[in-house]
């Protein structure tokens, strides 16, 4: 691992074949020629845009009802239809993208920090805080995160930040192991061995000496995590217990739609249905390809 | 190694009842906040002692002791688990050998790239795609999994078949991804090797060599997604109106419902500690070297 003298924030430019690379640069390098990454980041940043932007662009007002227009097909006027209460299903899709993708990020860094800075405890200190920490994790990991959401949920009420907490919370064990992991690797190394002897502190040596050299796994990791981190949100928002009306969310529109669907309201749901689909796959996309570009 | 992991995992199964069902009746309990003077712990054991003694309590919703709720429910999710499984299996297998056996061809990337992208999608979002395919489009299944009374096998069958669809599709993609990764590492192997040079037909080298090494890491992975398949139920049945055990908890966590809902997950952590177990006991019935470690 050559990748401490490279400060880790700032990924160096992309350089000409010929030149040498930074670790980074042959990253961000392989990336760029990665098919599977291109295409989920260009999914990713489509909605990414919708969610910053779809208010300003989108033909009608994603919340404004027009009861004597509801639930008209699809048509030149209204492109995905209208739903029950008359409002315009392309607008409400293009602008949905803003609720599950202020939450599901936020819940995949809060992941991120607490599992990264447990993981190093563990993996630094071993011994029987690791025997117990790990134990517990494990524990907390055998229960599916739609249970440990429902429960948190019904006990602290519903709110943006209750799930950004809970999917947060039960991501991170996951990331903590990974962490664990790689910190055991780098523990047994030369310079982790010299910051010893140079009496530097524990903190230091996790978070100064350590922290640089295992940030690719959890870089994966948190990419890998983002796209169950919206898996999570949407399911949520079916199962009513996460983001609220009257957000246009996707997962929500579901829930409050699909009653109707044997009445072959079908455009009420599909065009929802899809646009989760190819956000999950877009950042599952993106995953693989910083999986492939750090393992290659 | 792998008989450390034996040794591990019947410990783990003890915490993943007991850990997690502590916290939670403590959450509870903040809930109930009046009538629980007694001690947690004092609470939490005459608790345990009633349901061992068949005792789950009193729903408050319906003013009725909660137990045959429970135990009809559990049939119910368990039958729409059961066909799941037992159309799973086999596919997902299947499709990881032919995949494994046509590596890195055409075929190989559709099974695996399509195997991963149903497995990342939420369940609701596949469940509404094919419920508009097959039950609004084409019309061959019904959309609810709600059969008339005193339906017959196949009828619950036929009732049956779209609601595991997504839950098949999720596993698909994780059986097929272990049993093809464990393909490809046996027939990468020496005694691979050998055996085909000893002049052994190709058809005996996979059945009597490939095969039997192979799908034993895909047994483990099965079994890890009982906990996953029990997180599946409670939106699968939500979305399909089946009274099973994840509608029942979703319910009593909508209703305030607390001793349904405890009694609920309690049922929940029972048959994963009992789906481990038996996994495990599998697992070291065919893998003789664990058998031999056990022993020594």
């Given at each position: 691992m050559s990748a401490t003298d490279t400060p880790a924030s700032l990924p160096a430019p992309a350089a000409p074949d010929s030149a040498r690379r930074s670790p980074w640069g042959e990253v961000l390098h392989s990336l760029s020629r990665s098919g599977t990454f291109l295409t989920g980041l260009f999914i990713l940043l489509f909605w990414v845009v919708c969610a910053l932007f779809g208010q300003n662009f989108v033909p009608y007002d994603p919340l404004a009802s027009d009861?004597?227009?509801a639930l008209t097909p699809p048509a030149a006027d209204h492109w995905f239809g209208t739903d029950q209460l008359g409002r315009d299903v392309f607008s409400r899709v293009i602008v949905g993208s803003r609720d599950i993708l202020t939450v599901a990020p936020l819940a995949t860094i809060l992941a991120t920090i607490a599992g990264t800075a447990l993981g190093l405890v563990i993996g630094y200190f071993r011994g029987i805080v690791d025997d117990i920490v790990s134990r517990v994790l494990e524990a907390f990991m055998a229960i599916p995160v739609v249970i440990i959401a429902l429960l948190a949920i019904v006990a602290l009420g519903t709110s943006k930040i209750t799930v950004i907490v809970v999917i947060g919370l039960s991501f991170a064990p996951i990331i903590a192991r990974t962490?664990?992991?790689?910190?055991?690797a780098e523990r047994e190394l030369d310079y982790v061995a010299a910051a010893k002897l140079r009496h530097e502190g524990a903190l230091h040596t996790m978070f100064v000496e350590i922290l640089p050299n295992v940030i690719p796994p959890i870089l994966v990791e948190t990419t890998v995590r983002l796209g169950?981190?919206?898996?999570?949100?949407?399911t949520l928002s079916f199962m009513g217990f996460g983001i609220q009306p009257p957000s246009p969310d996707w997962g929500l529109s579901i829930s409050s739609n699909y009653g109707m669907i044997g009445g072959g309201f079908w455009w009420t749901v599909l065009f929802d249905a899809l646009a989760i689909a190819s956000l999950v796959i877009g950042v599952n996309l993106v995953a693989d390809g910083v999986h492939g570009a750090f393992n290659d | 190694m792998v008989f450390l992991g034996g040794q591990v995992l019947p410990g783990n199964v003890g915490r993943a009842i007991l850990g997690p069902f502590a916290d939670q009746r403590a959450v509870d309990a903040l809930n109930h906040s009046l009538g629980v003077d007694r001690p947690l712990l004092v609470q939490y054991g005459s608790w345990i002692w009633n349901f061992l003694h068949g005792d789950m309590g009193t729903s408050y919703v319906f003013r009725a002791p909660v137990a045959p709720f429970v135990v009809d429910a559990l049939g119910n999710s368990m039958k729409l688990a059961l066909v799941a499984f037992v159309l799973v299996v086999p596919i997902g297998i299947l499709g990881g050998v032919i995949a494994a056996l046509n590596f890195n061809r055409p075929l190989d990337r559709i099974i695996s790239l399509g195997g991963l992208s149903v497995t990342v999608l939420p369940e609701f979002v596949t469940g509404i795609i094919l419920i508009l395919i097959f039950g609004v489009w084409l019309r061959w299944l019904p959309i609810a999994a709600a059969w008339p009374k005193g339906a017959g096998f196949f009828t619950q069958l036929y009732y049956l078949i779209l609601p595991s669809l997504p839950l098949f599709l999720v596993l698909f993609g994780y059986i097929a991804r272990m049993a093809r990764s464990g393909m490809i590492e046996a027939l990468d192997s020496d005694y691979t090797r050998t055996a085909v040079l000893k002049g052994l037909p190709w058809?005996?080298?996979?059945?009597?060599?490939?095969l039997r090494n192979a799908l034993l890491p895909t047994i483990t992975v099965i079994a890890t997604q009982t906990g996953y398949l029990i997180g599946g139920l409670v939106v699968i049945e939500t979305l399909f109106r089946y009274q099973g055990i994840g509608s029942l908890i979703f319910t009593a966590a909508r209703g305030k419902d607390f001793p349904m809902l405890e009694a609920g997950i309690l049922t929940?952590?029972?048959?994963?500690?009992?789906?481990?177990?038996?996994?495990?006991?599998?697992?070291s019935v065919l893998n003789p070297r664990i058998r031999l470690g056990a022993e020594q």
């Amino acid at each position: 691992m050559s990748a401490t003298d490279t400060p880790a924030s700032l990924p160096a430019p992309a350089a000409p074949d010929s030149a040498r690379r930074s670790p980074w640069g042959e990253v961000l390098h392989s990336l760029s020629r990665s098919g599977t990454f291109l295409t989920g980041l260009f999914i990713l940043l489509f909605w990414v845009v919708c969610a910053l932007f779809g208010q300003n662009f989108v033909p009608y007002d994603p919340l404004a009802s027009d009861i004597i227009n509801a639930l008209t097909p699809p048509a030149a006027d209204h492109w995905f239809g209208t739903d029950q209460l008359g409002r315009d299903v392309f607008s409400r899709v293009i602008v949905g993208s803003r609720d599950i993708l202020t939450v599901a990020p936020l819940a995949t860094i809060l992941a991120t920090i607490a599992g990264t800075a447990l993981g190093l405890v563990i993996g630094y200190f071993r011994g029987i805080v690791d025997d117990i920490v790990s134990r517990v994790l494990e524990a907390f990991m055998a229960i599916p995160v739609v249970i440990i959401a429902l429960l948190a949920i019904v006990a602290l009420g519903t709110s943006k930040i209750t799930v950004i907490v809970v999917i947060g919370l039960s991501f991170a064990p996951i990331i903590a192991r990974t962490v664990r992991s790689a910190v055991l690797a780098e523990r047994e190394l030369d310079y982790v061995a010299a910051a010893k002897l140079r009496h530097e502190g524990a903190l230091h040596t996790m978070f100064v000496e350590i922290l640089p050299n295992v940030i690719p796994p959890i870089l994966v990791e948190t990419t890998v995590r983002l796209g169950y981190a919206i898996f999570a949100v949407a399911t949520l928002s079916f199962m009513g217990f996460g983001i609220q009306p009257p957000s246009p969310d996707w997962g929500l529109s579901i829930s409050s739609n699909y009653g109707m669907i044997g009445g072959g309201f079908w455009w009420t749901v599909l065009f929802d249905a899809l646009a989760i689909a190819s956000l999950v796959i877009g950042v599952n996309l993106v995953a693989d390809g910083v999986h492939g570009a750090f393992n290659d | 190694m792998v008989f450390l992991g034996g040794q591990v995992l019947p410990g783990n199964v003890g915490r993943a009842i007991l850990g997690p069902f502590a916290d939670q009746r403590a959450v509870d309990a903040l809930n109930h906040s009046l009538g629980v003077d007694r001690p947690l712990l004092v609470q939490y054991g005459s608790w345990i002692w009633n349901f061992l003694h068949g005792d789950m309590g009193t729903s408050y919703v319906f003013r009725a002791p909660v137990a045959p709720f429970v135990v009809d429910a559990l049939g119910n999710s368990m039958k729409l688990a059961l066909v799941a499984f037992v159309l799973v299996v086999p596919i997902g297998i299947l499709g990881g050998v032919i995949a494994a056996l046509n590596f890195n061809r055409p075929l190989d990337r559709i099974i695996s790239l399509g195997g991963l992208s149903v497995t990342v999608l939420p369940e609701f979002v596949t469940g509404i795609i094919l419920i508009l395919i097959f039950g609004v489009w084409l019309r061959w299944l019904p959309i609810a999994a709600a059969w008339p009374k005193g339906a017959g096998f196949f009828t619950q069958l036929y009732y049956l078949i779209l609601p595991s669809l997504p839950l098949f599709l999720v596993l698909f993609g994780y059986i097929a991804r272990m049993a093809r990764s464990g393909m490809i590492e046996a027939l990468d192997s020496d005694y691979t090797r050998t055996a085909v040079l000893k002049g052994l037909p190709w058809r005996t080298v996979i059945w009597r060599h490939v095969l039997r090494n192979a799908l034993l890491p895909t047994i483990t992975v099965i079994a890890t997604q009982t906990g996953y398949l029990i997180g599946g139920l409670v939106v699968i049945e939500t979305l399909f109106r089946y009274q099973g055990i994840g509608s029942l908890i979703f319910t009593a966590a909508r209703g305030k419902d607390f001793p349904m809902l405890e009694a609920g997950i309690l049922t929940i952590g029972i048959v994963y500690a009992v789906a481990t177990l038996v996994a495990d006991f599998l697992y070291s019935v065919l893998n003789p070297r664990i058998r031999l470690g056990a022993e020594q």
